[in-house]
């Protein structure tokens, strides 16, 4: 059998393998970041789905219709794994327990194959009983006439206007840390991307030639992004930003005008006090100095600014290290002694926090500035 796959079929095939790639290392992280099972879940649900769109494009699912029944479907589990993979990020790590395995139960209509299989070949329709109910004219439409594709469509987008809701309702009332608005920030422009979705095949926009292009690539692009820019991510993230994913969000402590009051005062202290200049500096240190809790002081920085602790220290100690790279009195001072002495322990650390904030690294930021000072001389 000879297939033949144009360009954006093959670049789907490529992205569905990929994603099966992604969903194992978002497992296999999910041993300290919870909330990465669920994104896994959801990769490997599109991934898979992808895959079997561009299987019966070949069709090798029509060819070979033992695949069916090898190859069951798992579409009905999207909406759910969405939800809470949401509520992981915003309330705190969720398990399938008690009620919330009735979210997944309409996946048994997904498994009529396997179910038909199973008859057929059990021997069942042996048995009298179960030979009248079988061919029954209702029992026969169920399984061989019925096509669950609206009802997944209803439940996909019932459970996106739930997730949007959850998002929406909770950003304001509890304090996330900077990494977890990344993610829920793209898992909106995914919700966003399944509304449009929607309206499309609502409208008809399901044709098998364009049509599915324009609700398919953009919707498992954005899908496969998340994965992959949540992982790298937090390939190198620290272990007290791995365990903010753990932690079940601090609720908000200030109001508007407070925050403004002690946001200044904030800035102040690393001005004139330069406390990011100490290597171990911690927040315990900051909030002594403001006289105020940890956690209020935590949640200052997480909620007003947008950022936690490290970032925000990091920023100044940054910018203090641009200061020195540039002053022709340190010309002869290496980047690791400037890095020390802007309050980093670490070279390798002061080399990837200058190029996340900066765009460049410490070496071609000084030679950059040293060249344009003699061109002006």
């Not at 202290?269 to 909030?287: F, G």
Request: charged share 15%; glycine share 4%.
């Amino acid at each position: 059998m000879t297939l033949s796959l144009n360009l954006i079929d093959f670049v789907l095939s490529a992205l569905a393998l990929q994603g099966f790639v992604i969903t194992g290392l978002l497992f296999y992280s999910s041993k300290t970041i919870v909330s990465n099972r669920w994104l896994g879940a959801l990769v490997f649900i599109v991934s898979y789905w992808v895959l079997n769109v561009e299987l019966a494009r070949m069709g090798i699912l029509a060819r070979y219709p033992l695949s069916l029944v090898l190859l069951p479907q798992f579409t009905f589990a999207a909406g759910p794994i969405v939800y809470f993979y949401a509520k992981s990020l915003i309330i705190g790590p969720q398990k399938i327990k008690g009620k919330n395995w009735l979210h997944f139960l309409p996946l048994v209509a997904e498994f009529k194959p396997q179910l038909i299989f199973l008859i057929y070949t059990s021997g069942l329709l042996y048995i009298p009983l179960l030979q009248n109910l079988y061919f029954k004219p209702l029992t026969q439409h169920i399984l061989f006439n019925s096509n669950p594709g609206k009802l997944i469509l209803v439940s996909i987008t019932a459970y996106a206007t739930a997730t949007y809701v959850i998002i929406i309702k909770h950003q304001k009332s509890v304090v996330l840390p900077a990494n977890k608005l990344k993610d829920l920030k793209w898992l909106k422009t995914i919700l966003n991307a399944v509304f449009v979705i929607v309206v499309l095949l609502f409208y008809g926009w399901d044709r098998p030639s364009i049509g599915q292009y324009v609700t398919l690539l953009p919707l498992v692009v954005a899908i496969y992004v998340l994965g992959m820019a949540a992982w790298r991510r937090q390939a190198h993230m620290s272990i007290d930003e791995k365990q903010e994913y753990t932690q079940k969000p601090a609720k908000v402590h200030f109001a508007q005008e407070e925050a403004d009051v002690y946001t200044r005062r904030l800035k102040e202290l690393m001005v004139t006090q330069q406390l990011y200049l100490n290597p171990v500096l911690k927040v315990e240190d900051v909030a002594a100095e403001m006289l105020i809790s940890e956690k209020a002081l935590s949640n200052l920085i997480n909620q007003y600014l947008g950022k936690n602790f490290n970032d925000y220290v990091n920023e100044y100690r940054i910018a203090e290290a641009k200061q020195q790279l540039v002053d022709p009195k340190n010309r002869n001072f290496t980047i690791a002694a400037i890095a020390f002495d802007c309050g980093f322990n670490s070279l390798t650390t002061f080399q990837r926090v200058f190029k996340q904030i900066a765009g460049t690294t410490p070496s071609r930021y000084q030679h950059d500035n040293f060249s344009s000072q003699l061109a002006i001389k």
